[in-house]
């Protein structure tokens, strides 16, 4: 196939623009995936208020192991909020109460009024617990409050009066506050056992790890001022803003805050629920990708979650309820274990998988929704333990439209690319096979008559179509689908795994069956493409039998037995074909159930990342969309390779059988530097020449022919059926090459003549008339291109012609049909003669060519002929002896070897063989005995 894909090198460019357009095409289709992708996360999304320029403070807790794709959060530091109206630390009482009322205060905090967190906790908290943890029992190495020294006491009273009225907290005492209550009074001791050691052997503990510590610091986040939403806000502060209002980056990332005359953050006022009174003097933080506003975050999580305490949520079968923030761990596994019902059964985890998958893929209608809606439920612990919330989930339509545009001008994009590839690949298809026809029919054009013997016309007529046809059809078929897919595979493998790298996955196990598959299909369906090519070989030999010698079928009533042999052959072919089609049909299916098995792989393992159980979490259902798409385009493409595989071997066998003809060389070739150096005497002389068909053959079939043809005279050469009349006369023009001997013309060896030269001196007359489709005219110019109508009317009334074609409508402009039908086989070897004449060659060989004619219109012919022919020499191969009763000299042939040579009368006497052939056509009156 390769050897053949070298002649279209002058289509070069066409098919580099063709891959060029294919490859743009399908990375342009890989774009769609991820702007799909992009309108469910960003175009329809869940948000809470849009984050905007805030006050930040240094973060006091130490890390907080809580990530989110969002410029919100600066990297060490935690944002700054307001305090409700009038706040004071001396709330914190009432608050813990309410919230906490199985650990109850009996206590009360110092009246600290504060106005932000930074405040309380840069001021209060931090220092508070700082000195706390100098007295605690962890450095001290006391047990009890008891144990402590005068001089340490005083220490303790001075640490607990940063925050806490030491005499009220001192009187308490731990234990039940009294009978028949449940609640847990806090005494002084609780604080000074804060700053205990884990136990557990984990990394060391802080004191917000306690679960008083998170009590604490979640009852001052409860007094810290909420939005509508229930979420926390920070305190807002001037900065830079464009003519969207959107804040302005600096060129490290860092928004440009306005500071006053002192280098203060200039805040801005906010209502009772902690929004911006004036929203003109906000500067909102943009994000570029998702064309909105950043939403911010639930910064009650950064607060309680890992520091404070936990954002806990709950459910009772469908009801949800408010957060339970600050409990204990104990507090929480038996929250879990009260609210969640688990069946362990196998009916029950496949029922829980399946409510689960439901909750992943749906979303709320635009409008206000809970995180039910909006997050993935798992009912474990760590699972449990993310804030509530209540979030908006809302559309940006504009992006949307925006990304969708995108998409369509991406799809109309390639399918532009596709279409004009198309044409072009239907072109350089087309010109492919153009290409091949022509380089076979000039192949066969220069084949002598040895090489039609070894193909036959039936083969060499299907290697020219049928073949080429399967050729052309499968390299269309490569040039429309297979080019692509590598840059698909190649691509999608790319995108899918930097999307999700889990999902993607799935393929490896896929692949190798993929190839395995298509690699067997191939190796078994190639033998069966060359069978198959054969018998359509035998099918076209026997078709063409049948139309040709449909006359002889007729007449012999032979119909039913072509056809049984038809239906053999077609039997045997379509048996063939049905085994080929069963392993490609195959394969089909196969890709299906892979192709399957790939997306409910990618809807399992998108599951398992949901349920956490993957290493590696998913957050949203378009992730998955996108890896199931790119999956789909990778096995798509695959599906056209595969299918390429499979009917690459028929046109690999088609390609071999037409290499078989391109690459086999004509017997018969001009020998180099060969060229025309005659003495121009006009003559032909054999001398000894041997010839047989095949090298491997033991008999030759002319044995020693010796004779010679001179200008001006007539050579006729007659013999029994078989005796080699034919093959001597194909040897002048050298349709053949004689084995031994030599055959002169005008003194030169035949061999040394440029064969173009060699065949311009003679006019053929086959005997078997040849006509071809077109004009009489154009008939009569095929041995002579600038014939004038003068010359080829001479030429058929010499040739007897000219009364019936003038009878013809058009008389030279006549068409003549395919292989002459609308002519007599008489008027067909009159107007072959006619071509020759019309020719004027030096050497005229008429092959039993007057065979069909009838007596006095051979007598004419022949007469006229003398006229012409006095300057060339005359073959005449013959049956009847009349019409080579008048020639200079007559070959007698008999089983390859000449009995006999001279003219009429001495054959007749010395020769018994022409005697009797004589005899046997004549009375002895008529021949002069």
């Not at 019902?341 to 893929?361: C, H, P, Q, T």
């Amino acid at each position: 196939m390769g050897k053949l894909l070298k002649h279209l090198k002058p289509m070069l460019k066409y098919f580099v623009v063709v891959v060029l357009l294919l490859a743009a095409g399908a990375m342009a289709e890989l774009f769609l995936p991820g702007l799909m992708a992009d309108i469910i996360n960003d175009g329809i999304y869940l948000d809470y208020e849009p984050a905007y320029v805030h006050l930040e403070m240094e973060n006091p807790f130490g890390d907080i192991d809580i990530e989110f794709d969002s410029k919100v959060y600066n990297e060490g530091y935690i944002p700054v909020f307001e305090m409700k109206d009038g706040f004071s630390t001396t709330d914190i009482k009432s608050t813990w109460n309410k919230e906490f009322n199985e650990v109850t205060l009996s206590f009360n905090f110092k009246d600290i009024p504060v106005s932000d967190s930074e405040q309380l906790f840069n001021q209060v908290l931090i220092p508070f617990m700082n000195a706390l943890e100098k007295v605690s029992f962890k450095e001290t190495g006391h047990t009890q409050y008891s144990q402590y020294s005068p001089e340490e006491q005083k220490i303790v009273r001075d640490a607990f009066e940063l925050l806490i009225d030491y005499d009220s907290i001192l009187a308490g005492t731990p234990g039940f506050l009294s009978a028949g209550k449940s609640a847990y009074a806090i005494h002084i001791e609780t604080f000074l056992d804060m700053f205990e050691e884990d136990d557990n052997g984990g990394e060391e503990s802080t004191v917000w790890d306690d679960p008083n510590a998170k009590r604490l610091l979640t009852s001052c986040v409860m007094n810290m001022k909420h939005s509508r939403f229930g979420n926390l806000l920070p305190v807002p502060v001037a900065a830079e803003k464009d003519e969207k209002g959107y804040a302005v980056e600096d060129k490290n990332g860092n928004y440009n805050k306005i500071t006053d005359e002192f280098g203060q953050n200039i805040r801005l006022s906010v209502d009772s629920f902690g929004e911006p009174i004036d929203a003109s003097q906000v500067a909102y933080i943009y994000n570029k990708d998702t064309e909105r506003i950043e939403p911010f975050l639930d910064y009650e999580i950064v607060l309680c979650n890992d520091v404070g305490g936990y954002a806990y949520k709950y459910v009772d079968e469908t009801k949800w309820y408010k957060n339970k923030l600050g409990m204990s761990d104990d507090d929480i596994q038996k929250t879990v274990a009260k609210y969640t019902v688990v069946d362990n059964s196998f009916l029950g985890k496949i029922k829980a998988r399946f409510v689960e998958f439901g909750k992943i893929l749906s979303l709320s209608e635009t409008g206000s929704t809970t995180a039910d809606l909006s997050m993935k439920i798992e009912k474990t612990e760590d699972e449990w333990k993310v804030a509530d919330g209540i979030t908006i989930q809302a559309s940006n339509l504009p992006f949307i439209l925006k990304k969708g545009l995108f998409m369509f001008a991406i799809t109309f994009f390639s399918s532009a690319c596709t279409i004009f590839a198309m044409l072009m690949s239907s072109k350089i298809a087309a010109y492919f096979s153009m290409i091949l026809r022509s380089l076979v029919f000039t192949k066969v054009e220069s084949y002598s008559l040895a090489e039609f013997d070894k193909f036959s016309t039936a083969s060499l007529v299907t290697r020219s179509t049928n073949d080429i046809n399967q050729i052309q059809n499968v390299f269309l078929v490569i040039l429309r689908t297979t080019l692509s897919a590598p840059v698909t595979i190649i691509g999608g493998f790319i995108f899918s795994f930097r999307t999700n790298v889990y999902m993607t996955m799935v393929l490896i196990y896929v692949l190798p069956i993929l190839f395995a598959a298509a690699a067997v299909a191939a190796i078994i369906c190639q033998p069966y493409f060359k069978v198959i090519q054969r018998k359509v070989d035998q099918l076209t030999l026997i078709m063409r039998e049948g139309i040709t010698g449909i006359r002889v079928v007729r007449a012999f009533n032979k119909q039913e037995h072509e056809k049984k042999r038809f239906d053999i052959v077609n039997e045997s072919a379509s048996k063939t074909a049905v085994v080929l089609q069963r392993y490609c049909a195959a394969l089909v299916p196969l890709i299906n159930i892979c192709l399957n098995c790939c997306s409910v792989g990618i809807y399992w393992r998108a599951a398992q990342q949901v349920a956490g159980v993957a290493g590696e979490s998913l957050d949203d259902v378009a992730s998955m969309l996108e890896v199931s798409q790119y999956i789909t385009q990778i096995a798509m493409a695959m599906v056209f390779i595969a299918s390429a595989v499979v009917i690459y071997p028929r046109a690999v066998a088609s390609a071999e059988r037409l290499l078989q003809v391109l690459e086999t060389d004509p017997k018969v070739q001009d020998e180099p530097g060969c060229r025309n150096s005659g003495d121009g005497s006009g003559t032909i002389e054999f001398r000894h020449v041997n010839f047989k068909y095949s090298s491997e053959a033991e008999k030759n079939i002319l044995e020693d022919i010796n004779f010679k043809c001179e200008k001006g005279k007539t050579t006729a050469i007659v013999g029994g059926t078989g005796s080699g009349k034919s093959t001597i006369i194909n040897l002048i023009p050298r349709f053949y090459d004689i084995t031994g001997g030599s055959i002169l013309i005008d003194g030169q060896e035949v061999r040394t003549y440029p064969q173009e030269e060699l065949r311009k001196k003679i006019g053929f007359v086959p005997q078997r008339s040849i006509l071809f489709s077109g004009t009489i005219a154009e008939n009569l110019r095929y041995g002579k291109k600038d014939a004038t109508e003068e010359e080829m009317w001479k030429a058929l009334a010499i040739a007897q012609s000219d009364t019936f074609v003038r009878e013809k409508e058009g008389m030279l402009d006549y068409m003549v049909e395919q292989g002459g039908q609308n002519f007599s086989g008489g008027q067909k070897q009159r107007l072959s003669i006619a071509r020759a004449i019309t020719r004027q060659p030096e050497i005229y060989i008429f092959d039993d060519s007057f065979s069909a004619l009838d007596f006095k219109t051979d007598k004419r012919l022949r007469a006229a002929l003398e006229e012409v022919t006095k300057e060339s020499i005359v073959i005449i191969v013959a049956q009847r002896i009349g019409t080579i009763m008048g020639a200079d000299e007559i070959i007698v042939m008999d089983d390859g070897r000449m009995v006999g040579k001279g003219k009429h009368e001495e054959l007749i006497r010395n020769c018994q063989l022409y005697r009797d052939i004589a005899m046997s056509q004549m009375s002895a009156e008529e021949l002069g005995l």
